[in-house]
């Protein structure tokens, strides 16, 4: 078996895992990505102006008014 051959193979094999790596790190952060959208889809509107607000806020960004859920 030549030397060469051995490294080269080497090489390979640890670039291998490191993609592999990153593709987990690609998928499981996927996986994680769904839900967060999922849960800021979750709107609230302004009873005075009608506006379409984010449920976290407290306040309308709009006219000011106090968000009510
Ligand atoms: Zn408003």
């Not at 490191?18 to 593709?23: E, H, I, P, V």
């Not at 967060?36 to 607000?53: D, Q, S």
């Amino acid at each position: 078996m030549d030397a060469n051959n051995v490294q080269n193979r080497m090489q390979e094999i640890q670039k291998d895992q490191s993609f592999s790596n990153a593709l987990g790190k690609i998928l499981s952060g996927k996986s994680n990505y769904k839900p967060v959208i999922e849960m800021r889809k979750i709107e609230v509107r302004c009873k005075h102006c009608g506006i379409t607000l984010d449920e976290t806020m407290k306040f309308c960004h709009q006219c000011g008014t106090k968000v009510e859920k």
